[in-house]
């Protein structure tokens, strides 16, 4: 499955973003998304994760409560809402997909990377 990631952009300290991930070549609902960041001069970091039924989440503690993935079975597409956005969560943002179900398993297709940039 290839991913293509969009939605990136400069936004303001509290404001929104809406990133989206579109998978091409087969059906996104065959495998579990997650979202993952890179901050300059840092590692990349897990963001937050859906099962393959999306009807379970994972966040990471820093964006728990502002951040929601959720998916859109008919557009074969992820999104990653993103609210209360801080200068922290500048990034470049990843998805990803898993061929297993859990929330340990290890993520076997990416996306490029979308820029998000939080700053006044």
């Known amino acids: 499955v290839q991913l293509q990631a969009s939605g990136g952009g400069l936004v303001q300290p509290g404001g929104s973003l809406r990133l989206s991930c579109a998978a091409s070549?087969?059906?996104?609902?065959?495998?579990?998304p997650g979202w993952f960041r890179q901050a300059p001069g840092k590692e990349r970091e897990f963001v937050a994760a859906?099962?393959?039924?999306?009807?379970?989440?994972y966040y990471a503690d820093s964006v728990k409560g502002r951040f929601t993935i959720s998916g859109d079975n008919a557009r074969n597409t992820v999104y990653l809402q993103m609210n209360s956005l801080k200068p922290e969560d500048t990034a470049v943002y990843y998805c990803?997909?898993?061929?297993?179900?859990?929330?340990?398993?290890?993520?076997?297709?990416w996306g490029q990377g979308t820029q998000v940039t939080v700053s006044s």
């Open positions: 859906a099962s393959r039924s999306g009807l379970s989440t």
């Open positions: 070549g087969r059906t996104f609902s065959n495998y579990a």
């Open positions: 990803a997909a898993r061929s297993l179900d859990s929330f340990y398993a290890k993520y076997d297709y």
